[in-house]
């Protein structure tokens, strides 16, 4: 069970300022998905966090303890894109990789069994095809992630 909060938001802070990116990729932030499914409360604490911390990053006065361990501001995080948002701006293509992402959810084997009695393969294979074709009709119909990102 996860907290949104400053801890978190600490915690994100660092790992930014540790490895510097320019994007940052998280979860669907918002209380619903595409389809109107709701989301989790965990999964929304997270990206909340995610994006609050793409900004305290950079920021000397957020978290000093965090300078004063030796990871230095970084105000260089130009985007974070959001998956699987309800409303995405952008996507990239899945029919190339789909089979390697079928094949790593099948081995979260203990998750899916707690989810469903369906089959593992079966639940991976049937999840991300349909969380792939869902909105690839706005992104020229082939299987995609589909991204909201947001600039800073």
């Known amino acids: 069970m996860i907290e949104y909060g400053l801890p978190l938001r600490r915690d994100i ?3 930014l300022r540790r490895y510097r990116p320019e994007l940052v990729i998280t979860l669907n932030h918002h209380t619903t998905w595409s389809a109107g ?3 989790t409360p ?3 604490a997270v990206a909340h ?3 609050d911390a793409a900004a305290d990053a950079g920021n000397r006065w957020i978290f000093p303890g ?3 361990a030796g990871l230095q501001p970084w105000n260089g995080v130009r985007w974070v894109a959001v998956a699987n ?3 995405p701006t952008h996507a ?3 029919d190339h990789g789909l089979e390697r992402a079928v094949l790593s959810l099948r081995e979260h084997r203990t998750y899916i069994e707690a989810l469903t009695d369906e089959d593992p393969e079966s639940y991976a294979r049937r999840f991300l095809t349909e ?3 869902a909105l690839s009709p706005r992104f020229g119909g082939v299987p995609a992630v589909v991204f909201e990102l947001f600039s800073r």
């Open 37 to 39: 499914a709701w989301n």
């Open 42 to 44: 965990d999964h929304v």
């Open 13 to 15: 802070a660092a790992a």
């Open 131 to 133: 969380s792939t074709s």
């Open 49 to 51: 966090a995610a994006l």
């Open 66 to 68: 965090l300078t004063e």
């Open 92 to 94: 990239v293509r899945a």
């Open 85 to 87: 948002s309800p409303n």
